[in-house]
């Protein structure tokens, strides 16, 4: 079923612009903003107007373009110094999704490939091309994790979720959403726990908002409820999303999804995490080498404006943490399931479903978006 709104759309042509659904404004009000130079794409992404692995990916590529429109008018070197700076800005907006990273050197490597062959106004149209495809693919990309993932599911089900990995997160259609959409337009009866997900609160603004627009049966609970519906036998699955999943499994996402796949070990019930081959960081060889954000102490002290803890008490506030892959029974990509969860299977899968030429390939290179 699509929905009303989208999370983010270019409008125009090459002097057009980024409007994005301002996520901060859920689910109260369906606010849009219109980004217009990169600068603006930058602070919507640190302050999660745009947020979610894939849906920041995509706001870099298109926060690449806005940068660039200045310098179309200018010689192949200036359009060149004003991507390399204005890919620096992009990339150190937010460090653990490493979507952000994959989709600003895919953008990188098209514009190098096209110097010396297009005059400046070229290389723009095609990045902004580029930028589209991204957009686009990302859309078929949700829908197969969609397919793979409900293959997983059987009518009754329980599913508890965290954060939000749905529509908002990516093009349309989500990674761990996905799964449930799938399974839910194909008629299984399934009921989900969305945790709250402190400190902000993605999985009751947005998860719950989400799934209660598309009709599924939803239940909102605190993060810290999920032991005992657990334990209450209302919870056959845990299924959530991930931002940077390393070569041996191991996987980023947000904060809590590590305690979640504990209580889920404890009371065995199959913990998932669904990503496109683009959250694949396969030059860390495990999660202790990925970076995780760490973001203000007003999002705990003050969280949504008003004070909730004493001044000057000491805050730590990790944006993610990371789920080790022994306790993961599946990663349901684009590319199909991959288990056992471990290094071998997982460079086999992205490998035998790559698509020739490359243009797909996992993230593979980490923060560096300028080398090739
Ligand atoms: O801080 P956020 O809201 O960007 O965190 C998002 C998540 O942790 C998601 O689960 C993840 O990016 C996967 S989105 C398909």
């Not at 990309?141 to 508890?160: N, P, V």
């Not at 305690?259 to 889920?264: F, I, K, R």
Request: net charge negative; aromatic share 4%; with cysteine.
């Amino acid at each position: 079923m699509p929905s009303s709104w989208e999370t983010l759309r270019w409008v125009g042509g090459l002097a057009g612009q980024l409007v994005l659904l301002d996520q901060t404004c859920l689910p109260g009000e369906l606010r849009e903003i219109t980004c217009r130079d990169v600068s603006a794409v930058v602070e919507a992404i640190r302050a999660l107007r745009v947020r979610g692995a894939p849906a920041i990916g995509i706001a870099a590529a298109y926060g690449l373009v806005l940068g660039l429109q200045p310098a179309a008018a200018a010689g192949t070197d200036a359009l060149f110094a004003a991507l390399e700076e204005t890919r620096q800005l992009l990339s150190a907006s937010r460090p653990t999704a490493v979507n952000l990273n994959w989709a600003l050197e895919r953008m990188g490597h098209r514009a190098r490939q096209l110097r010396g062959v297009l005059e400046p106004p070229g290389i723009l149209a095609a990045l902004l091309a580029e930028a589209q495809a991204i957009h686009d693919e990302d859309r078929a990309t949700c829908r197969a994790i969609g397919r793979h993932g409900a293959a997983l599911l059987r009518d009754g089900m329980g599913i508890l979720t965290h954060c939000n990995a749905g529509a908002l997160a990516a093009s349309e259609y989500g990674t761990a959403l996905a799964v449930i959409y799938t399974a839910h337009e194909a008629g299984l009866r399934l009921h989900v726990f969305a945790d709250e997900t402190r400190p902000l609160l993605q999985g009751a603004r947005l998860t719950a908002w989400e799934l209660v627009e598309r009709g599924v049966d939803t239940t909102l609970i605190c993060d810290s409820m999920a032991a005992q519906v657990m334990r209450e036998g209302r919870v056959q699955a845990v299924i959530t999303g991930a931002d940077r999943i390393a070569a041996n499994g191991d996987a980023a996402n947000k904060i809590g999804t590590y305690a979640l796949a504990v209580l889920a070990d404890a009371h065995q019930i199959p913990f998932y995490i669904a990503a496109p081959h683009s959250t694949f960081d396969l030059t860390l060889d495990c999660g202790a080498a990925i970076p995780i954000e760490q973001r203000d102490p007003r999002e705990i002290t003050h969280g949504f404006g008003r004070m909730t803890a004493p001044a000057g008490v000491q805050v730590y506030n990790p944006a993610f943490d990371v789920t080790p892959a022994r306790l993961i029974r599946a990663l349901i990509t684009d590319r199909g399931l991959i288990a056992p969860v471990t290094a071998p299977r997982i460079a086999a899968v992205l490998q035998e479903t790559a698509p020739a030429g490359g243009a797909q390939r996992p993230a593979g290179t980490g923060n560096s978006a300028a080398g090739e």
